[in-house]
């Protein structure tokens, strides 16, 4: 019998980590654009990884890639199909349907990446949205800026990280805001051919904001978690850190599942994950977005440290036609990941709190800044400088620690 393959598609050295310690061994097939693996190095990155079965470089991005992967990969055993990144998320769920596998559907897939569509798929569901508009130059943008006081976001059509992600609320404010909204540079992550992103123009909407992780089999939830968000301050909607669960009354958790599950019907999606991110206004729950993938910045951890339960072993049991665990139906702790982010300048150097960082019990702690190096205020979550993870038995506990563990790194800069 031939080997089961799970196929990965995209890379993060985070999913193949999770493969290669899972109990239950598969090997994988990453499929990843050219530019990024030469870039990343890929090739270095995963050369001691038993768990790999090979590194395919494929141009997987461009139309009609995942049926032109099928038809080289069809002679595999493959036993499930996985996107490892958002922009993998519309060829895995075309592949895992060539394959006759679980996935999302190719068409959810493709409404979630585009934040255009999405917003009039579910708008006619009955789902509250923002107003928004397709924008091409800066003029309509200022001609909808004048008709809609109160503030406007400038964001891509379909990129990740908050890249070009820009909040104006002052009309003479929009051209610069225009400017830096068009710099949508990824580096690394993202190959180098021209990337075509369309720009949307939408309502500020005030309010607290959240985010819904699902595990979803056959267009119902089997898991959900509410994870609040905490922001950097300024126009830039960087995540400075997430709780896990969110410290909400169980009315609003119930809200925030509820709409979650009428964007998932909206859209059509099958089975795997989604995050789902929500702002609470005055007027209701307006969605800002929704991923059909695992959330970023740790939340998938915090996820499983605050529930005990192993949601990215049966997520891939799920695609693979398995049966999972039952999830817990509440948490039996809080988990919080902090961001840390410097400024505009050369760094001197950073202290760190190491007597702080015991008190909290904090883990996972990690810098990527050295001394000299020039940092800038996030505009997106690239531009952070590193994270730390905490965990607590109580609300109070989490919203102690959710303060002090902001004073545990202090970045001094050199003077200009």
Known sequence: ?????????????AAVNSLQNMEEKYRVLIIEEPDVIRKRNIDTLIKNKDVIYDLVSFEYQKSYA???LFSSLQHLNVVSVAPAVEYATTCAARLAERFKLPGASFGASLILRDKSVLRRVT???GVLNPLSQSVTAFEEANDFMMNHPGGVVLKPSNRQGSVGTVIVHELQDLHQAWNQSQLRDEGVMVPDRVF???TLIEEFVVGKEYSVEALIKDSKMVFSNVTQKILFSGVRPVEQGHIVPALIDKSLKEALINQTQKVIQA???ENGVVHCEWINADKGLYLVECAGRFAGDGIVELIE???DYDLVKNYHRLLRNQPIDLPPEVNKRWALVHFYAGRDGELSRANIGNELLKQLDCFNFS???TEGQKTNCPSSSWDRLGSVMVLADTEESIRFKSLEVTKTVEFVYKDI
């Not at 019998?1 to 050295?13: C, D, N, R």
């Open 267 to 269: 859209v059509g999606f």
């Open 1 to 13: 019998m031939k080997e089961p393959i799970i196929v990965l598609v995209g890379f993060t050295l």
């Open 196 to 198: 075509n992103s369309e």
């Open 367 to 369: 810098l990527s800044v």
């Open 123 to 125: 708008s006619a569901y």
């Open 66 to 68: 995942p049926d032109q």
């Open 305 to 307: 440290r605050a529930y």
